[in-house]
């Protein structure tokens, strides 16, 4: 089982700033089977980022996707008060799904 | 635009089934492209996928749960279901329904997500 390690747990950053968030598999798999998703507080997560770089309808460029095989990034060039939220990634393996325990980025 | 609503009931007892139905609007299921599916989250917790189903009937189960869960569809309805069986407390959890793609994977459309808690 390819087991996802996202780090840090948590982020401390003010708007403005560069929020990079890491994704760690346990074992190679193609970045094509990589996603991330922003849940904020009481809403169902919205899809950001699929194979790895590609961004979903309406995710505004300052979200970017990076990486392969077992070490993976999301940026957010500058935040906005917005993107103050949880970010998941998940991987597809052998036809099964599974997320990271998540990054939550906070406001310092 | 497509809608996902979860219905079921919000409170099942330890060691019986779980059951929710996800009526999808503004879009049908009987899709090529997509197939659907369900993810939980506990209280304060992360994501955990259940499993999802094709419209053909063709399922896919995460091993944490394949023993004791059901997906089934109907078509005629735009409707999917997720059974549980021998639920605990650790079952608790806020249920989403969703859309998932195929070729490039990902699942791009949630439902709002409904709480169930399992307690006596």
């Known amino acids: 089982e390819i087991v996802l390690t996202q780090s840090p747990g948590t982020l401390s950053l003010s708007p403005g700033e560069r929020a990079t968030l890491s994704c760690r598999a346990s074992?190679?798999?193609?970045?094509?089977?990589l996603a991330w998703y922003q849940q904020k507080p009481g809403q169902a997560p919205r899809l950001l980022i699929y194979a790895a770089s590609i961004r979903a309808t309406g995710i505004p460029d300052r979200f970017s996707g990076s990486g392969s095989g077992t070490d993976f990034t999301l940026t957010i060039s500058r935040l906005e008060p917005e993107d103050f939220a949880v970010y998941f990634c998940?991987?597809?393996?052998?036809?099964?799904?599974?997320f990271g325990q998540g990054t939550k980025v906070e406001i310092k | 635009q497509l809608q996902l609503q979860e219905s079921g009931p919000g409170l099942v007892k330890p060691s019986e089934t779980l059951s929710l139905t996800c009526s999808a609007s503004g879009g049908s299921i009987a899709t090529t492209t997509h197939y659907w599916g369900w993810i939980r989250q506990p209280p304060g917790k992360g994501l955990e996928w259940i499993g999802a189903?094709?419209?053909?009937?063709?399922?896919y189960y995460s091993p944490s749960v394949k023993t004791r869960v059901t997906i089934s569809v109907d078509t005629s309805k735009n409707q999917f279901s997720l059974l549980l069986r021998s639920v605990t407390d650790a079952d608790t959890a806020v249920y989403y329904c969703a859309r998932h793609v195929y070729g490039l994977p990902r699942i791009d459309f949630w439902g709002q997500g409904t709480l169930v808690t399992v307690s006596s």
């Open positions: 189903i094709a419209s053909s009937g063709g399922t």
């Open positions: 998940q991987r597809y393996y052998d036809s099964v799904y599974a």
């Open positions: 074992q190679y798999f193609s970045s094509s089977y």
